[in-house]
């Protein structure tokens, strides 16, 4: 469960829908909200001091809206000198010894032309605890008004996995504290040259899919099953989840692991994407990590990103 979480903020609209979505976090009991300044390059006198006050007067009102909703609440203004800010989060989550960092994506959509926030891109890639990077739905055509994906946000989640044991890292957290009630177990095949080689491949992925799915369905929760080509023009897929025709998509990725999960998210309508953040076994040359990054960057839905030894 993570019971201790950091919220980082930085009073932009997506920062104040994250305080929504909090109560849909399995087992929450205190935050750390943290806001980070950092000194404007353009700014000849710079005084920290007044503006870590004015920060944390402005985190009073999400405060305020946390503890109503019976949660312990730690406010903490930061300066980021000399580091990233990035740095500074990853810092404060290790003295806070939460178990979740928590951050918006800052991101539009893929034709609009921004993908992740250079903060969550580093907290992403070099932080040390579990990251739930949330995104949301513009409700209007200038994309100001945000909508939360974050409602019942583990209610059906994607948990793609090259079965390694760092790739099965998000499955064994949601087994073990039960985070969902619906899992979506995917597998891209992104080997095999010939047919013959693909659809053995997609078969054995399959029962490999299976057994998970009955391992979690002892531990309660219920899942379909997904072994899916990466191949550009291979629609095929075996599982109980259904023939789901995933088709090619815009964005470029490695074998097309990536291009394949996106697309199996939004057809499936996931509430989230969850992965771990390290392993081996998409492609002989390229780490989970990779597919984590793009996945994070480039998907429409909330992404958790487990940490998992190399």
């Not at 979506?184 to 040259?193: R, T």
């Not at 010939?194 to 929760?221: N, P, R």
């Not at 080509?229 to 259904?242: F, K, M, N, Q, V």
């Not at 074998?255 to 697309?263: A, E, N, Q, T, Y």
């Amino acid at each position: 469960m993570y019971e201790k979480i950091l919220i980082a903020t930085d009073f932009s609209k997506h920062a104040e829908k994250l305080v929504e979505c909090v109560g849909e976090i399995p087992g929450v009991k205190e935050v750390v909200l943290l806001h980070v300044l950092e000194k404007d390059p353009l700014a000849r006198v710079w005084s920290p001091g007044d503006d870590l006050k004015q920060a944390e007067k402005q985190m009073g009102a999400p405060k305020k809206i946390l503890e109503e909703a019976n949660l312990k609440v730690k406010v903490r203004a930061e300066i980021a000198e000399e580091i990233p800010e990035y740095a500074v989060i990853k810092h404060v989550a290790h003295e806070e010894n939460v178990s979740l960092v928590v951050m918006g994506a800052r991101g539009r959509s893929m034709w609009q032309g921004l993908l992740l926030g250079s903060v969550s891109s580093g907290v992403l890639r070099y932080g040390g605890k579990d990251l739930l990077i949330m995104r949301y739905k513009t409700l209007d055509e200038e994309g100001k008004e945000l909508g939360k994906f974050c409602a019942r946000i583990f209610d059906r989640v994607l948990a793609p996995t090259d079965f390694s044991k760092a790739g099965n890292a998000a499955i064994e957290k949601i087994k073990g504290a039960k985070l969902a009630r619906d899992v979506l177990l995917l597998n891209v095949v992104a080997k095999g040259e010939k047919e013959s080689q693909v659809v053995a491949a997609l078969e054995k992925a399959h029962e490999k899919l299976e057994e998970m799915k009955a391992d979690l369905a002892a531990a309660g929760i219920s899942a379909r099953t997904f072994a899916v080509s990466a191949a550009a023009e291979e629609p095929r897929t075996y599982g109980s989840g259904g023939m789901a025709k995933v088709g090619p998509t815009h964005m470029a990725a490695v074998g097309g692991v990536v291009d394949k999960i996106l697309s199996v998210a939004e057809i499936e309508e996931a509430s989230l994407i969850a992965l771990g953040s390290h392993g081996k076994g998409w492609i002989d040359e390229v780490t989970i990590g990779s597919v984590a990054s793009d996945v994070a960057r480039m998907g429409q839905r909330p992404v958790l990103v487990v940490r998992s030894k190399k």
